[in-house]
């Protein structure tokens, strides 16, 4: 077993001394700590910059995702909870943060100026994380 840092910690060290200062970091850190805001974040980075998605088709999409269902079979409990968690909580915290774009009535998001800086994050640590765990494997 090697005492040297694996690879990948040098290069998000640089990162974040180069990209981020301590606020940026925290609010990365606040937007991807919840699993239902990620799944909105993957879905809208394949969207086209002003398409607009019902709050039903993203709601369904992220119950589908997070309970293991084909998109039809993410009906009932499941999704009317993630769907009014989304609603009341989760769109507000990316819209605040720029992530997203939403309509008046909150029916439809769209991708928001900061998608591309917070999705780019995101993977990255995607990436990280799948490289650490082969290491550990």
């Not at 850190?29 to 919840?34: E, F, K, M, R, Y």
């Not at 002003?50 to 995702?65: F, K, Y």
Request: charged letters at 20%; glycine letters at 4%; aromatic letters at 6%.
């Amino acid at each position: 077993m090697s005492n040297s840092s694996p690879p990948w910690l040098a290069s998000i060290s640089a990162f974040v001394a180069a990209e981020a200062n301590q606020e940026v970091v925290i609010t990365m850190c606040a937007l991807l700590a919840n699993r239902r805001r990620q799944l909105v974040i993957l879905y809208l980075l394949g969207c086209d910059e002003d398409e607009w998605i019902s709050m039903e088709e993203i709601a369904r999409w992220v119950t589908a995702v997070k309970q293991g269902y084909s998109l039809e079979e993410a009906t009932g409990a499941d999704y009317r909870n993630i769907r009014e968690s989304l609603r009341h909580t989760h769109l507000k915290t990316l819209a605040d943060a720029g992530v997203i774009e939403h309509d008046a009535k909150q029916t439809r998001i769209a991708p928001g100026a900061r998608l591309p800086e917070v999705g780019r994050v995101f993977l990255h640590l995607l990436l990280l994380s799948a490289n650490a765990d082969n290491m550990t494997a």
